[in-house]
């Protein structure tokens, strides 16, 4: 069981890790090792909560100590390592088409997110004149970010924590995508599916354009910009 640790977690769980690194054949090992553990229907074991890569045991240690519980999880833990399964790929499209559950759901909280807004329609991070309490999380209001990202309330957090106790440290810039033509550029092409700009049907005289801006922008690093990005395809020039 050279790949298999256990790990205490406090007096009353245990977590099982097959490793550190995100590996597929390592995550298929984890729902193995749950299932096993619920078969043995041990009084002593509470809960298994999966995970990517580890699982954790919750246990009574007045039923069953440490090393028991140890001793306990090691068949299983070192049986799903050898026989964790691989999905047959020649199964995948009958799955698709025949097992496969979508069910489409609403999700009508998250519209707020994304309600149009003006400049005060939300509380500043740390509203003026306040020592003592700051708003966080996706509805305070910090400039240039967007919602609906972890980054947003955590750099509320780090806004409210630094200015309120006077910390001396910046919080983390805000990535200027909007000014980075590079950005730019891939996000037309990905708009269009793919398709260059170039390739589009532009109206009249437009079209006309395409060939000769090409023939200015050949051989600088203009050309080598806009084919790093496909806006420049093989056969344009």
Known sequence: ?????FLPCGDQAVTVEWGSTIDAHINRQVPAFARKVEALSHPAITEVVPTYRSATVHYRPEVLSYEELKHLLAPPAQGSAEEAEELPVEEIPDLAENSAVCVPT???YITA????????DRPDVIPD????????GQFADTPRDTVFTTEYSVRTAMEAVY????????????WGS?????????????LMDGKSPL????????????????RVVKGTVVEKLLRDHDVIKEGML
Request: glycine fraction near 10%; charged fraction near 25%.
């Open 106 to 108: 609403m999700m009508p």
């Open 163 to 174: 200015g309120l106790l006077g910390v001396d440290r910046g919080v983390p810039e805000v």
């Open 1 to 5: 069981m050279e790949n298999v640790r």
């Open 178 to 190: 909007v000014y980075d033509v590079r950005e730019l550029l891939d996000s037309s092409v990905k």
């Open 129 to 136: 004149g306040c020592v003592n309490f700051a708003f966080l």
């Open 113 to 120: 997110f994304f309600m149009p807004r003006t400049k005060g």
């Open 199 to 214: 390739e589009i049907e532009l109206p009249g005289p437009l079209n006309v354009l395409k060939k000769p801006l090409l």
